[in-house]
């Protein structure tokens, strides 16, 4: 069972109590940096005022990034699996030519005496 710390986090300068498992505590810290980057971005890059209206415009970027990236990942996953059974028909197409070879093989040294 993974015990518990609190970790104080500083994001737009305001400073949080977060308590995380001790096991994700580096990832937390990495997940905060990286919010307070986006909030930092949506601070300049917008109108929003205020962090409550900040953190919402960035959680709403984020969502969308993230949903972008489902499809993309939908996206990607179907062609993969195209190209797999791509794959897998090429596969038995070889196999089945080199079953043709050996038996033509097999029946030509038949056919063909050894002097």
Not at 38 to 61: V, Y
Not at 79 to 90: A, I, T, V, Y
Not at 92 to 102: A, C, G, L, Q, R
């Amino acid at each position: 069972m993974s015990s518990f710390k609190t970790i104080t986090v500083s994001i737009l300068g305001k400073e949080y109590q977060v308590n995380c498992p001790i096991d994700d505590s580096d990832a937390l810290k990495k997940a905060v940096e990286y919010l307070n980057m986006k909030m930092n971005e949506t601070k300049k890059n917008s109108k929003a005022i205020g962090i409550d209206r900040i953190a919402i415009m960035t959680a709403l970027n984020l969502a969308d990034d993230l949903l972008k990236k489902d499809i993309k990942l939908s996206e990607v996953t179907a062609e993969k699996d195209e190209l797999s059974s791509q794959l897998k028909n090429q596969n038995s197409i070889i196999d089945s030519v080199s079953d043709k070879i050996e038996n033509a093989m097999e029946s030509f040294k038949e056919e063909t005496p050894l002097n």
